[in-house]
Protein backbone atom coordinates (compact mmCIF):
# COMPACT_ATOMS: atom_id res chain seq x y z
CA UNK A 1 0.00 0.00 0.00
CA UNK A 2 1.31 3.13 -0.50
CA UNK A 3 2.29 5.33 1.87
CA UNK A 4 0.67 8.52 2.65
CA UNK A 5 2.19 12.07 3.32
CA UNK A 6 0.96 14.39 6.08
CA UNK A 7 2.89 17.42 6.64
CA UNK A 8 2.92 18.02 10.11
CA UNK A 9 3.14 21.62 12.06
CA UNK A 10 1.35 24.55 12.74
CA UNK A 11 -2.09 24.45 10.06
CA UNK A 12 0.46 23.01 7.89
CA UNK A 13 -1.51 20.20 6.37
CA UNK A 14 -4.82 22.15 5.99
CA UNK A 15 -2.65 24.90 3.97
CA UNK A 16 -0.44 22.18 1.73
CA UNK A 17 -3.59 20.49 0.91
CA UNK A 18 -6.86 19.52 1.83
CA UNK A 19 -6.09 15.74 1.68
CA UNK A 20 -3.19 13.69 2.22
CA UNK A 21 -1.03 13.25 -0.44
CA UNK A 22 -0.13 9.51 -1.36
CA UNK A 23 3.54 9.16 -1.50
CA UNK A 24 5.49 7.82 -4.31
CA UNK A 25 8.06 4.89 -3.70
CA UNK A 26 11.87 5.95 -4.20
CA UNK A 27 11.61 3.91 -7.65
CA UNK A 28 8.83 6.29 -8.74
CA UNK A 29 10.31 9.55 -8.08
CA UNK A 30 14.12 8.16 -9.74
CA UNK A 31 12.17 7.14 -12.74
CA UNK A 32 10.45 10.52 -12.76
CA UNK A 33 13.42 12.05 -12.48
CA UNK A 34 15.14 10.14 -15.53
CA UNK A 35 12.18 11.77 -17.60
CA UNK A 36 12.71 14.98 -16.94
CA UNK A 37 16.70 14.24 -18.02
CA UNK A 38 15.46 12.64 -21.35
CA UNK A 39 12.93 15.17 -21.43
CA UNK A 40 15.44 18.26 -21.88
CA UNK A 41 17.73 16.02 -24.29
CA UNK A 42 20.15 14.28 -22.59
CA UNK A 43 20.67 10.73 -22.00
CA UNK A 44 20.06 9.51 -18.54
CA UNK A 45 22.18 6.11 -19.20
CA UNK A 46 25.30 8.00 -20.44
CA UNK A 47 27.86 7.93 -17.76
CA UNK A 48 27.49 11.61 -15.82
CA UNK A 49 24.01 10.89 -15.78
CA UNK A 50 23.16 7.43 -14.43
CA UNK A 51 23.79 8.04 -10.44
CA UNK A 52 22.18 11.51 -11.06
CA UNK A 53 18.01 10.22 -10.03
CA UNK A 54 19.43 8.96 -7.01
CA UNK A 55 21.62 11.73 -5.84
CA UNK A 56 18.13 14.14 -6.95
CA UNK A 57 15.91 12.27 -4.92
CA UNK A 58 18.74 11.84 -2.20
CA UNK A 59 19.11 16.04 -2.06
CA UNK A 60 15.45 16.42 -2.53
CA UNK A 61 14.67 14.51 0.97
CA UNK A 62 17.41 16.84 2.44
CA UNK A 63 16.45 19.87 0.92
CA UNK A 64 12.58 19.60 1.55
CA UNK A 65 12.98 18.27 5.17
CA UNK A 66 10.87 20.29 6.56
CA UNK A 67 7.84 18.59 5.50
CA UNK A 68 8.66 15.46 8.01
CA UNK A 69 9.57 17.93 11.08
CA UNK A 70 6.46 19.72 13.34
CA UNK A 71 7.76 23.36 14.67
CA UNK A 72 5.70 22.22 18.17
CA UNK A 73 9.06 19.94 19.19
CA UNK A 74 11.38 23.03 19.18
CA UNK A 75 8.77 25.50 20.62
CA UNK A 76 7.68 23.26 23.74
CA UNK A 77 10.19 24.01 25.95
CA UNK A 78 10.39 27.57 27.34
CA UNK A 79 12.87 29.46 30.34
CA UNK A 80 11.25 31.38 32.84
CA UNK A 81 14.44 32.37 34.69
CA UNK A 82 14.96 35.80 32.85
CA UNK A 83 14.70 38.11 35.67
CA UNK A 84 12.06 39.38 35.04
CA UNK A 85 12.84 40.28 31.36
CA UNK A 86 9.64 41.15 29.32
CA UNK A 87 11.13 43.37 26.80
CA UNK A 88 12.27 43.13 23.30
CA UNK A 89 13.75 40.01 22.36
CA UNK A 90 14.78 40.19 18.51
CA UNK A 91 16.83 37.32 16.36
CA UNK A 92 18.35 39.53 13.10
CA UNK A 93 19.55 37.89 9.83
CA UNK A 94 18.46 34.19 10.05
CA UNK A 95 19.64 32.77 6.89
CA UNK A 96 17.24 30.88 4.72
CA UNK A 97 16.79 29.00 1.68
CA UNK A 98 13.51 27.60 0.32
CA UNK A 99 12.07 26.91 -2.69
CA UNK A 100 9.07 28.69 -4.94
CA UNK A 101 6.21 26.48 -5.27
CA UNK A 102 5.60 27.73 -8.91
CA UNK A 103 8.78 26.69 -10.67
CA UNK A 104 10.34 24.88 -7.60
CA UNK A 105 13.13 27.37 -8.07
CA UNK A 106 15.49 28.91 -4.99
CA UNK A 107 14.72 31.49 -2.85
CA UNK A 108 17.27 33.00 -0.38
CA UNK A 109 17.33 35.40 1.89
CA UNK A 110 17.59 36.56 5.34
CA UNK A 111 14.49 36.47 8.50
CA UNK A 112 14.29 39.09 11.34
CA UNK A 113 12.55 38.14 14.13
CA UNK A 114 11.20 39.38 17.21
CA UNK A 115 8.63 39.13 19.71
CA UNK A 116 7.37 40.63 23.47
CA UNK A 117 7.31 37.61 25.76
CA UNK A 118 3.88 37.25 28.26
CA UNK A 119 6.03 34.24 30.30
CA UNK A 120 8.41 32.26 29.04
CA UNK A 121 10.77 32.49 26.76
CA UNK A 122 12.61 30.46 23.97
CA UNK A 123 15.79 29.07 22.89
CA UNK A 124 17.36 31.66 20.41
CA UNK A 125 18.26 28.77 18.01
CA UNK A 126 14.43 27.24 18.31
CA UNK A 127 13.11 30.72 16.35
CA UNK A 128 16.20 29.67 13.96
CA UNK A 129 14.83 26.17 13.45
CA UNK A 130 11.21 27.03 12.87
CA UNK A 131 12.40 29.31 9.81
CA UNK A 132 14.18 26.69 8.86
CA UNK A 133 11.42 23.80 8.92
CA UNK A 134 9.02 26.20 6.76
CA UNK A 135 11.38 26.92 4.96
CA UNK A 136 12.31 23.73 3.70
CA UNK A 137 8.86 23.09 2.26
CA UNK A 138 7.43 24.31 -1.24
CA UNK A 139 6.71 27.67 -0.91
CA UNK A 140 5.64 31.44 -1.41
CA UNK A 141 7.07 34.09 0.95
CA UNK A 142 3.56 35.38 1.65
CA UNK A 143 2.88 32.43 2.76
CA UNK A 144 6.61 31.70 4.57
CA UNK A 145 5.71 34.59 6.77
CA UNK A 146 2.66 34.03 7.62
CA UNK A 147 3.63 30.15 8.90
CA UNK A 148 6.38 31.42 10.95
CA UNK A 149 4.11 33.92 12.71
CA UNK A 150 1.37 31.52 13.46
CA UNK A 151 3.73 28.92 14.78
CA UNK A 152 4.99 31.13 16.84
CA UNK A 153 1.94 33.08 17.96
CA UNK A 154 0.31 29.74 18.98
CA UNK A 155 3.12 27.82 21.10
CA UNK A 156 4.62 31.28 23.00
CA UNK A 157 1.42 33.33 22.93
CA UNK A 158 3.79 36.39 23.05
CA UNK A 159 2.53 39.77 23.59
CA UNK A 160 3.09 40.27 20.27
CA UNK A 161 5.19 39.59 17.23
CA UNK A 162 6.87 40.94 14.06
CA UNK A 163 8.58 39.19 11.20
CA UNK A 164 10.36 40.70 8.15
CA UNK A 165 11.40 38.36 5.46
CA UNK A 166 13.84 39.65 2.59
CA UNK A 167 14.62 37.22 -0.65
CA UNK A 168 15.85 37.35 -3.41
CA UNK A 169 14.04 34.72 -6.06
CA UNK A 170 15.40 32.37 -8.41
CA UNK A 171 12.34 32.44 -10.79
CA UNK A 172 12.65 36.55 -11.44
CA UNK A 173 16.69 36.03 -11.90
CA UNK A 174 16.72 32.84 -13.99
CA UNK A 175 13.82 33.24 -16.38
CA UNK A 176 11.06 35.53 -17.22
CA UNK A 177 11.68 38.38 -16.45
CA UNK A 178 15.35 37.95 -15.61
CA UNK A 179 16.08 40.65 -13.73
CA UNK A 180 18.93 39.72 -11.46
CA UNK A 181 19.70 41.59 -7.25
CA UNK A 182 15.70 42.00 -7.23
CA UNK A 183 14.75 41.85 -3.36
CA UNK A 184 11.47 41.00 -1.97
CA UNK A 185 10.31 41.88 1.38
CA UNK A 186 7.32 40.92 3.30
CA UNK A 187 6.23 41.83 6.88
CA UNK A 188 3.86 40.79 9.30
CA UNK A 189 2.65 42.21 12.60
CA UNK A 190 0.85 40.93 15.53
CA UNK A 191 -0.03 42.38 19.01
CA UNK A 192 1.59 45.44 20.29
CA UNK A 193 3.40 45.83 16.83
CA UNK A 194 0.21 45.70 15.10
CA UNK A 195 -1.34 47.92 17.72
CA UNK A 196 1.63 50.55 18.02
CA UNK A 197 3.15 51.83 14.93
CA UNK A 198 5.92 53.28 16.99
CA UNK A 199 6.92 49.58 17.73
CA UNK A 200 6.85 48.65 14.23
CA UNK A 201 9.52 51.67 14.07
CA UNK A 202 11.51 50.35 16.70
CA UNK A 203 11.62 46.94 15.19
CA UNK A 204 12.55 48.63 11.70
CA UNK A 205 15.34 50.60 13.71
CA UNK A 206 16.59 47.48 15.29
CA UNK A 207 17.07 45.65 12.32
CA UNK A 208 18.61 48.18 10.44
CA UNK A 209 20.65 49.37 13.16
CA UNK A 210 24.05 49.59 12.24
CA UNK A 211 24.00 49.20 8.61
Given amino acids: MDAILKPIGSQVEAEVSSKPVARPSREDAEAAVRTLLAWVGDDPDREGLVDTPKRFVKAYKEIFGGYFEDPAEHLKRTFEEVGGYDDIILVRDIPFHSHCE ?110
Avoid: W
Fill in 102 to 211: HHVLPFDGHAHIAYYPSGGVVGLSKIARVVDIFAKRLQTQENLTAQIVSAIDEHLSPRGIAVMLEAEHKCMSMRGIRKEGVSTVTTQFTGVFRDDPAEQVRFMTLVRGGR
